[in-house]
């Protein structure tokens, strides 16, 4: 135990006004029962998350958390990001690991939730790892008691179609899934040292309203080459960005939790059926609008899911559902996709030019 948290199980007879507020945390957390749903906040009752990596699922944390009256900041790469970023309303900062230094961050030290969605690099690892013992000197201020890591379900490999959970042996086959997995150790590591919970999301392909099957059909985007080699898997895992969401906040209510999750929807189809049924929505209400599109015609797809040969595997969401109480607001693709179209008031290049001409960034 003293390993895990810093804590010995010797210290849980010291009264607890007697010890420091991160501990005083962490122990009123643990004692609390898992259905309770108590969030422990700082001693100043504001939530004030930090996220690494803005992008698509940063963002869309990043807003909905700032909506609920959340302090929030956040990293870019450039310019034209930060400036959206702080029209959400967020703090936002220019941050490249290999040259800016953690203290130009200057709200990172008072958070109390970190999520980190900067992946890692192929022969360099997690770029933020490397920073390790600056880090653990900005987050040492007893202000953190939540963090998470964004990982992925690349990790387990191929597993010829399998089930699995959280306890499959890992199989990383490609380097980035290596990586993935060097840094659920490292950041774990970190945590422990600083005696902080920590949870891993392993997620499926993201998908959400702008990044979504429906949207490569429109823009006739061409697939790239690992895209084309995900045609020939049977079992794709994939997860709707709302339901990332939903896991992130269930993990706040549960500070003991600290586990490894896959954060994916109930249904691990091929992705040319994914394709298949997102061309005949577009089809059924923009007749023709969709055929003959970068990623084949319907039938076209409908014929390569004939020609799948690679397993994969079907990644359990059990522990998501029991330990944090998520209910998925899309447990598959079907309602994720049909619901972004609904969403869909124009037709897409028409929205486009909508905010083009109003001055609205892309």
Known sequence: MEAIWGVSWRSRAVPVGHLPERSRRRMLSSSLPPLARVAVRSESGANRMFVFGTGFVGRYVSDRLRKEGWQVSGTCTNP????????????????DVHNSKLSSLHTLQHATHLLISIPPIVGIGDPLLRLHEDLQGTLSHGNL?????LSSTSVYGDCSGAWVDEDYPVNPQKESAKARLAAEKGWLALGHELGVVVNIF?????YGPGRSALDTILKRESLSEGQKRRETRLYTARVHV???????????????????YNVV????????????????LIERRWPRMASRSACGSLEDLKSLKENIHHGEKRVSNARLKKDLGVRLLYPTYR????????????????????QHDRGWEA
């Open 145 to 149: 008691q939540w963090l998470c890591y």
């Open 242 to 260: 709302a339901d990332i969401h939903q896991a992130i906040k269930a993990s706040f209510d549960i500070l003991s939790s600290g586990k490894i």
């Open 335 to 354: 309602l994720g996709l049909q619901s972004i179209l609904d969403s869909w008031e124009l037709f897409p290049t028409d929205r486009e030019s909508q």
């Open 265 to 280: 929807d109930d249904d691990p189809a091929p992705r040319a059926e994914v394709f298949a049924f997102a061309e005949a």
């Open 202 to 206: 392993r997620l499926g392909g993201i």
């Open 80 to 95: 034209s990001s930060k400036r959206v970023l702080e029209e959400m309303g967020l703090e936002a900062f220019i941050f």
